[in-house]
């Protein structure tokens, strides 16, 4: 009932900015948490921004802090991650999920809805 798409992703050098949106149709009316997550090869998926779209809590994983900004626009039912001072360290493929109820943690079982992924990459 939930679709997403994932736009922004592309190749910039280290320094630079990329400005990812992930925009989500459908049955949205019941989705209380958006989340971004990024996976570099041979590295587990982790969280990177989170964002209630109820409250506007927000939460930033420690490594990108300060870098990176979460927001949303309502009116077009999507998500935005704003990616600043860019590291080949963030190199990876980032992923926006979405899920009903809490937004308290970034643990993946919770998040039944996904994007396929767009591709980040920074290079030295």
């Known amino acids: 009932q939930v679709q997403l798409a994932e736009s922004g992703g592309g190749s910039v050098q280290a320094g630079g900015s990329l400005r990812l949106s992930c925009a989500a149709s459908?049955?949205?009316?019941?989705?209380?948490?958006v989340a971004w997550f990024r996976q570099s090869p041979g590295k587990e998926r982790e969280g990177v921004a989170r964002?209630?779209?109820?409250?506007?809590?927000?939460v930033y994983a420690d490594s990108v802090k300060g870098r990176f900004t979460i927001s949303q626009d309502i009116a077009k039912n999507t998500v935005y991650l704003q990616m600043n001072s860019l590291r080949p360290e963030d190199t990876a493929v980032y992923y926006c999920?979405?899920?009903?109820?809490?937004?308290?943690?970034?643990?993946?079982?919770?998040?039944?809805?996904w994007g396929q992924g767009t591709q980040v990459t920074v290079s030295s």
């Open positions: 999920a979405l899920r009903v109820g809490a937004c308290f943690s970034w643990s993946q079982s919770y998040f039944p809805y």
């Open positions: 459908g049955y949205t009316f019941n989705i209380n948490c």
């Open positions: 964002i209630s779209t109820s409250s506007g809590t927000i």
